[in-house]
């Protein structure tokens, strides 16, 4: 680990190469980009070979144990190279290492370097001072603009804050990035400047809780304040928002929602649950009624906009009158999209040892009833839009097939999180938005043609 007396000796590097392997969520490959950034300018090189190079990055996830083992084993798979290839130094960075930084040196002695969230600003500086280069003082939380992305050149991730001030009982993820932190809104708009001069045509906005932004700086309404400022700017046409905190919906976030030119009505507010004694449990506001109010005052106040949510089944607790009363409220709700988690006992967390832990069985099953139900009104919502025609993001060919485009509406984030749209016959490059007429509606799916393309023969 960075301190131990090992790294104490100095590292000469030949070719100061880096290779890189980033895990888990939108936030992290954020992350992956600006140290990717910071590298280059200290000229720093990253290679697509791992066995190329000198220097080799995890960035991890612990959100879940599947993602803390998928961690771990990419840690374990990279040491081969230090043994094998030319690599001299292995880093970890991000929430794994960031949860269990002081436990590091013993669960992972084939690491080298750990940086938590806060430190991965200073990896370049670390690498200089490690290879005897004199290093420049930087603050520790920095955010570099991405002049190396790992999204498609046509759209891109801006983090607006990191860690979170939630206490969820189920979520570990204060453990691993802390409480928040906000960027200043002069950064971010300096970075939505920098993605418009590049061609970027949607920016999706991310933090753990994008409503409580400029909290902790003292800004009232810090981000429909923020929203209106980079709809003034007009530099880019969509803007999404991940993800909304319910009781922090306010008015003036809707009303900018509706006015606005650029921020997408679309709104990802992950409720978790219904029940007063389960959303009790879990240390989150509300009640059913409070749910439904939440959702008409939205649709009241932005008519056309797109609700996503999550909901955490099987959490202790929740018996079949509790499950119940989740179904009967998203069949009333009609969200757009929905994602469903099976509860997961994650260590150091309070809700570990809660008691009521649901069997496995039953919460798989609770998962796979709620997911068809909201299928089917996804499938629903979906047919209404047949015979329509809406504004594409043109992503490139599809994944599954290469004879048609893959594209998005506005309705649709991207990377898979909401479906995508076939279009059948059409010409648009990737990062246009063209017209196109919707033919076919499937549950998460929706099949389209380009407007002034020949449509295809049947």
């Not at 140290?35 to 990055?57: F, H, K, N, Q, T």
């Not at 006015?259 to 007063?276: A, T």
């Not at 119940?324 to 967390?349: I, K, N, P, Q, Y």
């Not at 509606?441 to 043609?449: G, S, T, Y």
């Amino acid at each position: 680990m960075y301190g131990r007396s090992e790294m104490k000796k100095k590292i000469n590097w030949q070719t100061k190469t880096v290779g890189i392997v980033s895990l888990g969520c939108p936030k992290n490959a954020s992350d992956t980009e600006r140290m990717i950034s910071d590298l280059s300018g200290r000229g720093y090189s990253v290679v697509p070979d791992l066995e190329e190079a000198e220097i080799l990055l995890v960035n991890t996830c612990s959100f879940v144990t599947d993602a803390r083992q998928e961690s771990i084993d990419t840690i374990l798979e990279l040491s081969r190279y230090k043994e094998e290839g030319k690599a001299k130094i292995l880093v970890g960075a991000g929430c794994l290492v960031s949860r269990y930084r002081d436990q590091m040196g013993t669960l992972i002695p084939e690491m080298d370097l750990a940086l938590t969230t806060f430190e991965e600003g200073r990896l370049g500086e670390i690498l200089d001072e490690v290879g005897g280069i004199m290093p420049s003082s930087k603050p520790l939380l920095t955010f570099p603009l991405a002049e190396s992305r790992l999204t498609p050149p046509h759209r891109a991730y801006v983090k607006v804050s990191e860690g979170c001030d939630h206490p969820c009982t189920f979520c570990s993820i204060p453990l691993a990035r802390g409480g928040q932190v906000s960027r200043s809104p002069e950064d971010i708009l300096a970075e939505i400047r920098h993605l418009s001069s590049r061609g970027v045509k949607e920016v999706t906005l991310i933090a753990q809780d994008l409503t409580r932004y400029g909290h902790d700086l003292g800004l009232a309404d810090g981000f429909s304040g923020l929203l209106e400022r980079i709809d003034r700017e007009g530099s880019i046409p969509w803007v999404r928002l991940l993800y909304a905190y319910p009781t922090l919906v306010t008015d003036p976030l809707l009303r900018t929602i509706r006015e606005s030119g650029s921020v997408l009505p679309y709104l990802d507010i992950p409720l978790q649950h219904v029940d007063e004694r389960i959303l009790g449990a879990m240390k989150r506001p509300g009640n059913l009624d409070f749910m439904k109010k939440l959702v008409e005052r939205i649709r009241k106040a932005v008519p056309d906009i797109v609700l996503r949510t999550t909901f955490i089944v099987g959490f202790p607790g929740e018996g079949e009158k509790e499950f119940e009363s989740l179904l009967r409220f998203v069949e009333w709700a009609r969200f757009d999209h929905v994602g469903v988690f099976a509860f997961s006992r994650e260590e150091g967390t309070p809700s570990y040892d809660l008691p009521g832990q649901v069997p496995h069985k039953v919460r798989l099953r609770r998962r796979k009833d709620l997911m068809t139900l909201s299928a089917g009104i996804a499938q629903e919502k979906n047919r209404a839009l047949e015979g329509k025609v809406v504004p594409v993001l043109i992503e490139g060919l599809s994944e599954q097939s290469e004879l048609v485009l893959s594209g998005r509406i506005k309705g649709m984030a991207p990377d898979g999180i909401d479906g995508e749209v076939l279009v059948l016959s059409g010409q648009g490059r990737p990062g246009e938005i063209v017209d196109c007429r919707i033919v076919r509606a499937h549950p998460f799916d929706l099949e389209a043609w380009e407007i002034g393309v020949p449509e295809p023969v049947e």
